[in-house]
């Protein structure tokens, strides 16, 4: 059973680099049948997909966050990451790693496994 388990600092203050790391198990993200992705939840709102690389690893960015998200990938420990760039307090969120459920790039609904998500607090 595929299982996903987000990694991330807590807490981060404005204008810093924050990082997270997925670290998957039960499948292998360098496979080409799934994609990746990072998804986030703010308090109060819905879920907003950031990016995702795919098993080959391309990646793709949700044009609204592209200038301050990267997202790579080390598949000797079966892990990809995401670093989001310049923070502010909104965003502030719950951070999920999802996979997709086939080969190309899949909407939120299109997840078929998730990360149980880590909360991120930006604050000064």
């Known amino acids: 059973q595929v299982q996903l388990q987000e990694s991330g600092p807590g807490l981060g203050k404005p204008s810093q680099t924050l990082s997270g790391t997925c670290t998957g198990s039960?499948?292998?993200?360098?496979?080409?049948?799934?994609?990746w992705s990072w998804i986030r939840q703010p308090p109060g709102k819905g879920l907003e997909w950031m990016g995702v690389i795919t098993g080959d690893g391309d990646v793709h960015y949700s044009p609204a966050l592209e200038s301050r998200t990267s997202i790579f990938r080390d598949t000797s420990k079966n892990q990809f990451s995401l670093q989001l760039s310049s923070v502010t307090p909104e965003d502030t969120a719950v951070y999920f790693c999802?996979?997709?459920?086939?080969?190309?790039?899949?909407?939120?609904?299109?997840?078929?496994?998730w990360g149980k998500g880590t909360q991120v607090t930006v604050s000064s």
């Open positions: 999802a996979r997709g459920d086939g080969p190309t790039i899949a909407t939120i609904r299109g997840m078929d496994y």
């Open positions: 039960g499948g292998a993200i360098s496979r080409s049948e799934h994609t």
